[in-house]
């Protein structure tokens, strides 16, 4: 199981698809002592990788006593960041705070649009760099990519990039319509590019030794499925049955996206949060409506929660950009 905390709203980049809305820090973020509290009730509801993002989770100055909290938990301490902020001593001391792994985001393999999507001059450029430094220090990092129209054709040649700079993984993200997203809604892929972009992705996936894993696209099980292709994970859509989020201020939710709160970590532990909210019993039943109720890959796949309650105001509508459906008579096996 997995848990995302975001430490905090402060970040040094503005992006266009933030989720978050990223930029200052909150006056009511968790502190230290609060935070190593959370900590401690995510071991115990029996979770096993922890990730710190943000905003830019870097940021934090107490992000290392935080991180050798979880693993002192049992914990596997993870990171979310823009990478800009990694220096070497910053990627030494987080190998040395117990650190297991750290997603740094690249989206292009131009530095011009990089920098552009993300608002931020250079960060492109430091991104890479942080990954060298993450390298020199033995700290395993993965490549994280938003991907969109303007991008769609580089998205092997970031995971051939990965390959290249050592990294353990690229991890595909597909946007879904929250925060500061919402006003760039018309960029990202429609259905019939999603298939064909999964399709490709399920065949690169055979091609190289790191690990390939599509986010918010929970339909690559169907298609691997149907391809044959074998995959490292059991479920599509994990939100609120194997993973959720915290907030800065400590707001739990099903997932980034599905801006629904469950509890209040201030006001009931997270351990009971996770069992008994409404919102997390709704989503495990699997209850679904319209094609993802009746789709042979519900168990497998389960549809993105968070783009149903986008477009349709309920988190258990079918998925709106998955082609497939159990009564079309196409064969999808034939798209390319």
């Given at each position: 199981m997995i848990v995302s905390w975001n430490t905090t709203n402060n970040c040094n980049m503005y992006c266009r698809h933030c989720y978050r809305e990223a930029g200052a820090r909150l006056s009511d973020e968790l502190n230290t002592i609060e935070g190593l509290k959370l900590i401690g009730q995510i071991a115990l509801a029996g979770f096993k990788i922890m990730i710190f993002s943000g905003g830019e989770p870097l940021l934090r100055?107490?992000?290392?006593?935080?991180?050798?909290?979880?693993?002192?938990?049992?914990?596997?301490?993870?990171?979310?960041?823009?990478?800009?902020?990694?220096?070497?001593?910053?990627?030494?001391?987080?190998k040395e705070s117990g650190a297991a792994a750290i997603g740094i985001s690249l989206d292009s393999m131009d530095p011009a649009n990089h920098d552009k999507f993300r608002a931020t001059p250079g960060a492109w450029q430091a991104a890479v760099d942080g990954m060298r430094a993450c390298r020199e220090v033995s700290l395993p990092f993965q490549i994280h990519t938003t991907v969109m129209e303007w991008n769609l054709s580089?998205?092997?040649?970031?995971?051939?990039?990965?390959?290249?700079?050592?990294?353990?993984?690229?991890h595909i993200f597909f946007l879904v319509p929250t925060g500061r997203a919402v006003n760039i809604e018309a960029e990202s892929l429609q259905a019939a590019q999603y298939e064909t972009l999964l399709r490709q992705l399920m065949r690169k996936l055979a091609e190289v030794n790191i690990d390939l894993k599509p986010t918010c696209a929970p339909q690559f099980m169907r298609i691997a499925a149907q391809m044959g292709v074998k995959t490292r994970f059991n479920k599509g859509c994990l939100a609120g049955i194997s993973y959720c989020i915290i907030s800065p201020s400590g707001i739990v939710q099903p997932c980034a996206y599905l801006n629904i709160p469950a509890g209040d970590v201030r006001k009931r532990p997270f351990d009971e949060i996770w069992r008994t909210a409404a919102i997390f019993h709704d989503l495990r039943a699997e209850e679904y409506q319209g094609g993802c109720g009746q789709c042979d890959y519900k168990k497998v796949c389960g549809g993105c929660r968070a783009r149903a309650y986008y477009y349709y105001g309920d988190y258990l509508a079918e998925e709106p950009l998955c082609l497939y459906r159990q009564t079309l008579s196409t064969d999808l096996t034939s798209v390319r």
């Open positions: 100055d107490d992000i290392y006593t935080l991180v050798a909290g979880a693993k002192e938990r049992g914990l596997r301490p993870v990171l979310g960041s823009n990478g800009t902020l990694i220096t070497g001593t910053v990627a030494g001391r987080l580089e998205i092997e040649q970031l995971t051939d990039f990965a390959v290249e700079c050592g990294a353990v993984g690229h």
